[in-house]
């Protein structure tokens, strides 16, 4: 029997706003190393602890190290990204798919008496044949008997962290390839078939690391310091990479370690501290280790343990340890020579303890705020994203429009406030709006912006807002205290 529907009387319908876009994560460091565990296809993998890095690369890969550093700060940093750097060629390979427990068993491989597989490397073809597995004891037995079929152009080999076969080119480069496997039952327990592997990862040509840093860049957003687990990264690329940070329109800061003791004269100019100073960079920070290779590792935990979203939870570097680091033992001629060059140093002080010290980017600013005001236009720049994107409706033309943008920017410059980045204080920059040299932020900033009604008629027919400009006064930090004790008898 029909029926009228209730939508003729009474219509309800449903508006889902979108989802709101993410502000980055100022908490995430790349560590590129040459480890060959991640291939070229993959460049980059996160882990959220060091067991799982462990798992990976084992206990002492440099990737491994500098991660353990990362991982050994208090409060612990949530996440580490590897990435690979090809700094010599990379062979051609084929990664079999992950095999579940059941698919590893021996029984399987072992029934194969006379196994047959095709495969292609380098181009040609290659047939095996007669592949007797009855004998293997153990998984890494079946990698090494496919092997000996292989040899001399490729290898076979069992990858245990993930759990499956990888056939391994014997040349390097370019034109090193490796093919999808077929022909029988044995590439189908192997996972090497097309149907079950995933895309072969042809070779690649050396990289030196400032092509591997762009295209960190251009692979994700994820990452916002960068560093290298290479004990003999040179200096032209220290110095190349610190200036490609330098130019990038989305913020990224880079870390070094320097073992060179010339650092410590006040009169030498070819370490790399100095020369890093010497081109003022306001993205790059280097600490002085003669014992630890990757101690900037440590360094960035500690920064990046700050969660701005927080109350009062942003830092000073300085006074900050750096655990598993062994401090510098220096005389006060070298620790102001390495303060002179803007060189940061774990060193030990006469009452039994060591600290962080001082905790700037070359240019001499300090990386507490440089890493606070980066996550602060983040932030703003994603607020004011989100109004309009999840909005629905239009944010006018008009006063009461201009009212809604500073109103949300003022949302996030209280956060900066609660956190601790920003605080009322006195200021004594440039005037604008009613904001005087000498006047006294009571909220720890000021916004202001132009009227609508002086508004060109060009910038009103492109729909732009006036322009909006913000007064903040950084909180700061003790870093240093003098004390005058007055005695009297």
């Known amino acids: 029997m029909a029926q009228l529907p209730v939508s003729a009387v009474v219509n309800v319908s449903l508006n889902m706003a979108p989802t709101a876009a993410a502000t980055r994560d100022f908490g995430a460091l790349l560590i590129l190393g040459t480890s060959p565990v991640i291939d070229t296809r993959e460049r980059i993998r996160t882990y959220n602890n060091i067991e799982s890095v462990a798992s990976d690369f084992g206990i ?47 029984s399987g491989f072992q029934a194969i008496t006379a196994g047959t597989m095709s495969i292609t490397v380098d181009g040609t073809a290659k047939s095996l044949t007669a592949i007797n597995l009855s004998g293997v004891t153990n998984i890494n037995g079946v990698a090494s008997a496919i092997s000996a079929k292989l040899s001399p152009a490729a290898t076979c080999v069992w990858d245990g962290g993930q759990k499956r076969f990888d056939i391994i080119s014997a040349t390097t480069g370019p034109a090193s390839t490796v093919s999808y496997a077929a022909d029988g039952a044995l590439a189908a327990l192997l996972g090497l078939q097309s149907s079950q592997a995933p895309a072969p990862v042809d070779g690649v040509a050396a990289e030196n690391i400032l092509a591997t840093v762009q295209k960190a860049v251009d692979m994700t957003a994820n990452w916002y310091g960068c560093m290298v687990a290479d004990s003999t990264l040179g200096e032209a690329d220290i110095l190349a990479t610190g200036q490609f940070i330098e130019s990038l329109d989305q913020s990224r800061i880079f870390g070094v370690t320097s073992s060179d003791t010339n650092a410590l004269a006040s009169g030498s100019t070819t370490d790399i501290p100095y020369k890093l100073k010497q081109l003022g960079l306001a993205r790059t920070f280097v ?46 001629s070298q620790a102001a020579a390495l303060k002179a060059k803007n060189a940061n140093v774990f060193v ?142």
């Open 60 to 106: 002492s890969a440099p990737e491994y190290l500098a991660a353990q550093k990362y991982f050994a700060q208090s409060p612990r940093p949530a996440v580490v990204l590897i990435g690979r750097w090809p700094k010599t060629a990379t062979a051609g390979l084929l990664h079999g798919k992950i095999l579940t427990t059941a698919e590893q068993a021996l």
């Open 287 to 332: 600490q002085f280790s003669t014992t630890t290779p990757y101690a900037a590792a440590s360094l960035f935990g500690r920064a990046f343990s700050v969660n701005f979203q927080g109350s009062n939870t942003t830092i000073t570097l300085k006074f900050k340890q750096e655990p598993t680091v062994v401090a510098e033992q220096l005389t006060t």
């Open 348 to 489: 030990q002080y006469n009452n039994d303890t060591a600290i962080i010290q001082e905790g700037v980017m070359c240019n001499g600013a300090f990386i507490d705020e440089r890493h606070g005001l980066d996550w602060l236009q983040n932030d703003v720049q994603t607020a004011i994203w989100n109004l309009q994107y999840t909005g629905g409706t239009k944010i006018p033309q008009t006063a009461a429009g201009m009212n809604r943008i500073c109103a949300v920017i003022e949302a996030r410059l209280d956060q900066a406030v609660r956190n601790g980045l920003l605080a009322p204080g006195v200021w004594n920059g440039n005037e604008f709006g009613a904001l005087k040299a000498g006047d006294f932020l009571s909220k720890g900033y000021y916004v202001f912006a132009n009227s609508i009604d002086t508004q060109s008629q060009a910038d009103r027919e492109a729909r732009k807002a006036p322009p909006i400009q913000v007064a903040i006064k950084l909180a700061g930090a003790v870093h240093f205290v003098d004390v005058l004790v007055n005695v009297n008898r």
